[in-house]
């Protein structure tokens, strides 16, 4: 259960985060196309972000060459599930969610050089001082409560594969 609430709370403070900085920008919410509060692209990537940062650990690196191996290997990683993501939302759902065409150094209109180094910091910021602290809290969650927010996020899954297909 561990796993799974870690996905659905990243993917509702991904949800967060982009409301906040759409917000911010004066434009129009566009975070995902589910209907509730999450946008799973972010669960999916923190998971990730988890399991890179514990098989360098085991590496047993110097702390800073760990996070500059960590940073480079994120970038690459979260690029390629921005770039995997879009395509694959496009042809599933036939939407765009988002377009860096307008941003200097985008390489498709699905990545940017630009948001990709803001995933590596933030990465570090997530998994070496955010993390660490919320874990506690994600492992304290009642096996009910966390099932019962799988279910909402399943039917809305659900519910939006039937939507677009």
Do not use: C
Request: aromatic share 16%; no cysteine.
């Amino acid at each position: 259960m561990y796993l799974i609430n870690i996905f659905l709370s990243y993917s509702i403070i991904g949800y967060l985060f982009e409301l906040i900085v759409d917000l911010i920008l004066k434009i129009k919410p566009s975070s995902g196309i589910l209907f509730g509060p999450w946008t799973p692209i972010y669960g999916f990537g923190v998971l990730i972000m988890l399991f890179i940062k514990n098989k360098l650990q085991k590496l047993n690196l110097n702390k800073v060459l760990e996070i500059i191996i960590f940073f480079f290997i994120i970038v690459i990683t979260l690029t390629l599930l921005e770039q995997l993501g879009g395509v694959l939302l496009a042809k599933l759902f036939h939407k765009t969610l988002w377009d860096y065409r307008n941003l200097k150094f985008h390489i498709t209109k699905y990545i940017a050089l630009e948001t990709s180094l803001g995933w590596g910091l933030g990465s570090i910021i997530i998994a070496y001082v955010i993390h660490p602290k919320f874990k506690k809290i994600l492992k304290k969650i009642p096996f009910l409560i966390s099932s019962l927010v799988f279910i909402a996020f399943a039917i809305d899954v659900i519910i939006t594969i039937f939507k677009y297909i």
